[in-house]
C-alpha cells in the first residue's frame, strides 16, 4: 500500500493515528493477559505442540533428522533439475536439428 502525502501535516496526522491504534492494541492485549476464564485449565505445552503439528504439512523437509531433510531436500532438487534439463534438452535438439538441417540441406543441394 503506497500511501502519497501532500504535506508534513498530513503524515504527522497519519503518524498520530497509527501511535493511538498502537497504544489501544497494547491496552487490549495487556488487558487480555490477565483475564483468566472461571474453569480455565493451565496451558498443556504438549497438547499445543500436538495441534501445531497437526497443522503442519506431512513432510521430510521439516523432520528433526538431519538424514531425512538432507535426502528430502536433494529429492525436490533432483526433481527440480530433471524438469529444468529436460527443458532444455528439448531447446537444444530444436536448435540443432535447425542448424544442422539447414546446413545439411544446403549441402545435399550443392551436390546435385
Wanted: proline share 4%.
Amino acid at each position: 500500500m503506497s500511501l502519497k502525502f501532500d504535506n508534513l501535516n498530513q503524515l504527522v496526522d497519519y503518524l498520530s493515528v497509527l501511535e493511538r491504534r498502537v497504544e489501544a492494541l497494547e491496552t487490549e492485549n495487556a488487558r487480555l493477559r490477565t483475564i483468566q476464564p472461571v474453569n480455565a485449565a493451565p496451558l498443556d505445552k504438549k497438547l499445543i505442540a500436538k495441534h501445531v503439528g497437526a497443522l503442519l504439512p506431512r513432510t521430510d523437509i521439516i523432520h528433526p533428522s538431519f538424514i531425512k531433510r538432507s535426502f528430502a531436500i536433494w529429492g525436490h532438487m533432483f526433481v527440480a533439475q530433471l524438469i529444468i534439463g529436460t527443458i532444455v534438452a528439448v531447446a537444444y535438439f530444436c536448435f540443432v536439428s535447425v542448424i544442422f538441417g539447414s546446413f545439411f540441406g544446403s549441402l545435399i543441394r550443392q551436390s546435385q
